[in-house]
C-alpha cells in the first residue's frame, strides 16, 4: 500500500507545476474561503492532488494573487510568513498574467 500523497501541483504556464505540501494548500484553501475568493476558485483547488494539478483560468489566478497579496498585509512579516509554495506559487501565476496579457 503507497503512502498518500503529502501535497498537491498547481499547474503555472510559467513555471510548469508549482508543489504545496498539504499544511500550505490547507493554509490557502482556508484563506481564500474566509477572504471570499469565488467558489470556482476553491474548486479548482480542492480537486487538485500529486496526480492531478489544479487548473485554474486567468481569472482565477488574478483572484489568488489579489488574495494572496491582501493575506501578506495582515502578517506579520509579510511574505516571509507565508507556508511553503505560496509566494512562488502568487509569482507563478503573476508572470502567467503578465504572459497571457503580452500574446
Known sequence: MSDPPDGILVA?????????????????????AT????????DAFDE???????LLSNEHKAEVV?????WTTVLEKGFLDLNEG??????????DLLDANNV
Open 12 to 32: 503555472t504556464t510559467s513555471k510548469g507545476n508549482i508543489f504545496l505540501p498539504w499544511p500550505s494548500a490547507d493554509d490557502l484553501l482556508s484563506e481564500l
Open 35 to 42: 477572504l471570499g475568493a469565488s467558489q470556482g476558485t476553491r
Open 48 to 54: 487538485a492532488d500529486v496526480t492531478k494539478p489544479a
Open 66 to 70: 489579489r488574495w494572496i497579496d491582501h
Open 86 to 95: 505560496i509566494w512562488e506559487l502568487r509569482k507563478a501565476f503573476e508572470q
